[in-house]
């Protein structure tokens, strides 16, 4: 009987692994593992967090696919452990894939007055996790946003801001939609571009992924 690979997958910034519910990979070939949001510890680094959660995995050579944050997250995961591959939806390579108002957070220090008990409030969440074209589905995005600790909020947000890599990993595969409004398509290089794809395409573009990802995961 042939192993199956490991797949292992971190969700956006504040969100549970829900988002990942309409992602279905065939089983006979893929074993799926949901990976889940911590509260860092104080002063945590992206790194050693990045560590902390690499140590939950239990297989050799595991896929891994991160959204958005947890695009950076699973990047900074993989010079800890072997991979067979690094799939990153919906996130950057770089900062330099920043849109503009982040890097002018970085440089202002703004960040620090993002209002973060706040973002515990699901709509701004909702605004500041998947994008503004926001619609009444805010009840459907609250069920995703779980991960409401103020500790984190603040950690995550100065984490993505100060994120230091400039030079991309080769062996990252990014699929992005070129209607994403949180990493403007724009300033995105070398990616697999989704149509009409926009921050929140790991829910609706999920068809898109469910019939792509097993060919890009085993190419």
Same mark, same amino acid.
């Given at each position: ?5 490991? !797949? ?7 969100? $549970? ?5 309409? =992602? ?8 799926? !593992? +949901? ?21 939950? =995995? ?5 896929? +891994? ?7 950076? +997250?699973? @990047? ?9 591959? !690094? &799939?990153? =939806? $919906? $996130? ?31 709509? $701004? ?8 074209? =926001?619609? @009444? *589905? ?7 946003? *779980? ?17 230091? *890599? ?10 992005? /939609? ?9 300033? &995105? ?7 009409? /794809? ?22």
């Amino acid at each position: 009987m042939m192993t199956k690979i490991p !797949v292992y997958m971190m969700p956006g910034l504040a969100a $549970s692994s829900s988002i990942f519910e309409r =992602i279905i990979l065939p089983d006979d070939i893929f074993e799926t !593992v +949901l990976l889940e949001w911590e509260i860092p510890f104080d002063k945590e680094t992206l790194p050693d967090y990045a560590k902390r959660i690499a140590n939950k =995995i239990q297989h050799q050579n595991p896929v +891994l696919i991160g959204v958005s944050f947890g695009g950076i +997250l699973v @990047q900074e995961m993989a010079k800890c452990i072997e991979t067979r591959k !690094v &799939i990153i =939806i $919906s $996130s950057v390579k770089t900062n330099l894939e920043f849109p503009r108002r982040m890097k002018v957070a970085k440089t202002t220090k703004a960040y620090k007055l993002i209002p973060t008990n706040l973002l515990a409030n699901v709509e $701004s969440l909702t605004k500041f996790s998947f994008g503004f074209k =926001i619609d @009444q *589905r805010l009840k459907l995005y609250e069920k995703f946003l *779980r991960v409401r600790d103020k500790r984190y909020l603040d950690w995550a947000v100065e984490q993505v801001i100060l994120w230091e *890599r400039t030079v991309a990993d080769e062996k990252v595969i990014h699929i992005h /939609g070129d209607e994403d409004d949180v990493f403007f398509f724009f300033y &995105i290089k070398n990616c697999i571009v989704v149509k009409g /794809g926009t921050h929140i395409m790991i829910l609706a573009k999920y068809k898109w992924l469910n019939e792509n990802l097993p060919r890009i995961i085993l190419e």
